[in-house]
């Protein structure tokens, strides 16, 4: 069986955050590259949806994440920076609302224009709160697989 694909390197990049509780999901979209700007416009996006509630964003350990930039935008608008260890996706809530977006969206999907694209996955995620809240609420529990009791066996 042959499916098409899309040839070209166009992209879509995502930056996201997810409200643990809420669930409310904040977004930043480009069709460059993500970079310390798009982490610092992601910070700012977060402030202006929150009530004046400490905010602790957990963050992986990317480059631009950890960058002067980021940290000091952090520290100005009062947003508590924490970074997951590295390789730790299982930590990450919003890896999970990534895995739902691509099955939902790209898994056996093809796309003639990448607008039809980009429109599909940016739809998909500004409608998780409406249409796909029941499937994501089930997704997006606090529950982590953690391994307190693990043994390492060398041989």
């Not at 899309?6 to 809420?22: E, F, H, Q, W, Y």
Request: hydrophobic share 40%; proline share 3%.
């Amino acid at each position: 069986m042959f499916i098409k694909a899309p040839s070209g390197r166009k992209r879509l990049n995502v930056l996201g955050a997810l409200n643990a509780i809420t669930h409310q999901l904040i977004m930043v979209t480009n069709e460059s590259y993500i970079n310390a700007d798009s982490v610092c416009e992601l910070l700012s996006k977060i402030v202006e949806c929150s009530s004046g509630v400490p905010i602790t964003v957990i963050l992986d350990n990317a480059r631009y994440q950890k960058c002067a930039k980021v940290k000091e935008l952090a520290l100005k608008l009062g947003i508590k920076l924490l970074f997951l260890p590295t390789y730790s996706p299982n930590l990450n809530l919003i890896e999970r609302v990534w895995k739902f977006v691509k099955r939902k969206v790209l898994y056996s999907k093809y796309y003639e224009e990448f607008s039809d694209f980009k429109s599909a996955i940016t739809g998909c995620l500004e409608k998780s709160d409406l249409i796909h809240k029941n499937e994501l609420d089930t997704l997006l529990t606090l529950n982590f697989q953690t391994f307190k009791k693990a043994y390492i066996v060398s041989g």
